[in-house]
């Protein structure tokens, strides 16, 4: 992946982030080429192929947390190249989750420096539930906020109705609710009862 791909594929991930917010990106990945940090501890290529290994990598994880969390915590994580907390692609569940539970830039950058972010293998994409147990376990995020989202509220499905003429559609459940058709002339008379009564309310 050459950086031009990389913009654009950035862009439609997080359509908010500008030039300069992924050229912070394009900046680390240089830099980690320089330092011979390569993808997965191997050299398999030129610092150019190298640089492009490090694209692929730190897309698949934008498009990982993409999955996993809102749009709002996707920009946060791609725009925090800007506050010189470029990540690893094994760190960006992890700091997902920490954006998700009001963790802002500031304390993420000392996680980082105080090496509470470190992952086991720094380029392989953690599943989020691994990243939410690792950031509780570590103080980061409340215990309690392992149990969000495993209750979800029961949901009824309800048959869809067809809408009416004025866009709206009866909460009407056959076999749920209980309701009789009114004969046309009778339903008519209703219909004028409800007008009237209205009226006079006014």
Same mark, same amino acid.
């Given at each position: 992946?050459?950086?031009?791909?990389?913009?654009?594929?950035?862009?439609?991930?997080?359509?908010?982030?500008?030039?300069?917010?992924?050229?912070?990106?394009?900046?680390?990945?240089?830099?980690?080429?320089?330092?011979?940090?390569?993808?997965?501890?191997?050299?398999?290529?030129?610092?150019?192929?190298?640089? &492009?290994?490090?694209?692929?990598?730190?897309?698949?994880?934008?498009?990982?947390?993409?999955?996993?969390?809102?749009?709002?915590?996707?920009?946060?994580?791609?725009?925090?190249?800007?506050?010189?907390?470029?990540?690893?692609?094994?760190?960006?569940?992890?700091?997902?989750?920490?954006?998700? *539970?009001?963790? *802002?830039?500031?304390?993420?950058?000392?996680?980082?420096?105080?090496?509470?972010?470190?992952?086991?293998?720094?380029?392989?994409?953690?599943?989020?539930?691994?990243?939410?147990?690792?950031?509780?376990?570590? &103080?980061?995020? =409340?215990?309690?906020?392992?149990?969000?989202?495993?209750?979800?509220?029961?949901?009824?499905?309800?048959?869809?109705?067809? =809408?009416?003429? *004025?866009?709206?559609?009866?909460?009407?459940?056959?076999?749920?609710?209980?309701?009789?058709?009114?004969?046309?002339?009778?339903?008519?008379?209703?219909? &004028?009862?409800?007008?009237?009564?209205?009226?006079?309310?006014?």
């Amino acid at each position: 992946m050459d950086y031009e791909v990389f913009c654009a594929a950035v862009r439609r991930l997080s359509p908010v982030q500008d030039e300069e917010a992924i050229r912070c990106w394009k900046v680390f990945v240089d830099e980690c080429v320089e330092h011979e940090q390569f993808v997965g501890f191997e050299v398999t290529g030129d610092a150019h192929s190298e640089a &492009g290994r490090w694209l692929e990598a730190l897309h698949a994880g934008f498009c990982a947390v993409k999955e996993s969390f809102s749009q709002e915590v996707t920009d946060a994580l791609i725009g925090l190249g800007r506050e010189s907390c470029c990540l690893y692609p094994g760190e960006m569940m992890q700091v997902a989750v920490c954006l998700e *539970n009001g963790v *802002n830039a500031r304390q993420i950058q000392v996680l980082m420096e105080t090496g509470f972010l470190g992952a086991d293998d720094p380029f392989s994409l953690m599943p989020r539930a691994e990243a939410e147990r690792q950031m509780a376990d570590r &103080g980061i995020i =409340p215990k309690s906020a392992l149990e969000r989202g495993k209750e979800k509220p029961h949901r009824t499905e309800h048959p869809k109705t067809a =809408p009416r003429k *004025n866009g709206r559609s009866l909460a009407l459940v056959p076999g749920a609710d209980r309701f009789h058709r009114l004969p046309e002339p009778q339903a008519e008379k209703e219909a &004028g009862k409800e007008t009237e009564a209205e009226e006079i309310e006014r």
